[in-house]
Every structure is written in C-alpha cells, then in structure tokens.
C-alpha cells in the first residue's frame, strides 16, 4: 500500500461542532484529493491541493475548508457540521497530473 | 465541466458470462480515463488507464471518442470480480481526477 494514512478513521460528532480529518503521506506527492464517498452519487470531489499551499474547489465544496502546510499533510474542516456531511471520506494523493492516484483506507463520519 | 456518467448503480451476471460496465464522459479536451475498483474491506486501487491499453485480471477498456464512452469488458466473469467499480477523469487542465457514480458488479455462483 502506498504510505497514505487519514485519521480518524471513525468518528460521532453533534451537528454544529467543528470537524477536521487528516490525511498523511509519506511518498511526497504533489497532488492530494479529499472526496466524499455517498450511495447513488459514487465519489464527488471536495477540495484538492496541487503543491502546499496551493489549493481548489472541487464539485462539492460548500461547508468544507482545507488547509496544506506541508506536502506530507491535507486538512480537511467541517467548520459547522451538518446532517448532510455524514458520509466516508476518502483521501487520495498523485505524484502528477498523469500518474496514478492512491487512496487512503477512509474516515466514516456521522453527524447527528 | 467534465462529468462521468455510469448509467448501471448494480449489475448483476452469472459466472463465466461476459460482463460490460458503461462509462460514458463529457470533456472537452483530451481525456485520460481510468477504471478504478474497491473490493469488499479494502481501498480503492486503479484497475486499468486507457493510456496504457493493457489487460488487467482479464479486463480491457477502449476509448471511443466518436461515442464519449470508456466501457469496461471482461469476456468471462468469475466470482473474485464482485465489487464496485468507478470509471474516472483526468482534467488535466484543472488537475482534478473526476469520478463516476460507481457500478457494484456481483458475480453470482
């Protein structure tokens, strides 16, 4: 498996409370992706990152922040979580825009 | 904006029959479409890429630029098959890797 880690990988959080879930790679990738993963609506894209601090929407954005410090990690906020934001997050990274993309394991999370 | 249709949510066939998964784009560029599984407790792995026009455990994909379509085709099912499987887009451009809705092919006995 390539060296690519989210945290946590489970987590229960009330409606209203600020979320953030972490993506980790050790292989030094310039590109890293955060989907959702929903039945009926396959993987929709987030937000990604193209180089640390550089960084854009994808088609779902609204509600999610993201922040890239450093190459090896790709932050992803929930500022205010809702109902809607209950689903599994999958992380993914890319050495470049023609390789292959690795994905993480992924973070269930529920907003209730 | 680029977008990935698979029109079959579920798909359902009988060992050793020929299995066909749709994928159909819009882009206006010049696409890099792939394939990608997720079998049962375990990550999302690249199956196959149209660069590449190789076969992987049996499966083959062409690009049809005429119909937009990067279908995936397997000649002989078998049960190890069952999973979900997600055809992509590489917008190159924009360097985003969009996906399709997903198809759970299950290969029954």
């Known amino acids: 498996d390539a060296g690519i880690t989210q945290s946590p990988r489970h987590k229960v959080t009330e409606t209203g409370t600020p979320v953030t879930l972490r993506c980790h790679q050790t292989?030094?990738?310039?590109?890293m992706y955060w989907y959702r993963q929903d039945p009926g609506h396959g993987l929709r894209l987030i937000h990604y990152?193209?180089?640390?601090?550089?960084?854009d929407k994808g088609e779902v954005s609204d509600g999610y922040s993201v922040s890239r410090s450093k190459t090896e990690d790709f932050l992803l906020t929930l500022e205010s979580a809702t109902s809607s934001q209950t689903s599994v997050y999958f992380c993914?990274?890319?050495?470049?825009?023609?390789?292959?993309?690795?994905f993480g394991q992924g973070t269930r999370l529920t907003v209730v | 904006a680029q977008r990935v249709t698979q029109p079959e949510k579920l798909l359902s066939v009988f060992k050793g029959a020929p299995v066909e998964l749709k994928c159909n784009y819009s882009?206006?560029?010049?696409?890099?479409l792939f394939w990608y599984v997720q079998y049962s407790r375990q990550r999302l792995q690249l199956l196959l890429r149209?660069?590449s026009r190789e076969s992987i455990k049996g499966f083959t994909a062409d690009l049809n630029k005429g119909e937009t379509s990067f279908h995936l085709k397997k000649p002989f099912a078998q049960e190890e098959d069952s999973a979900m499987y997600y055809c992509?887009?590489?917008?190159?451009?924009?360097?985003?890797?969009?996906f399709g809705q997903g198809t759970r092919l299950t290969i029954n006995p």
């Open positions: 292989e030094n990738h310039r590109y």
């Open positions: 149209h660069i």
């Open positions: 992509a887009l590489r917008d190159q451009g924009a360097q985003k890797l969009v």
């Open positions: 990152s193209y180089g640390v601090k550089d960084t």
């Open positions: 882009y206006s560029g010049s696409p890099e």
């Open positions: 993914a990274i890319s050495e470049s825009v023609t390789s292959e993309a690795f």
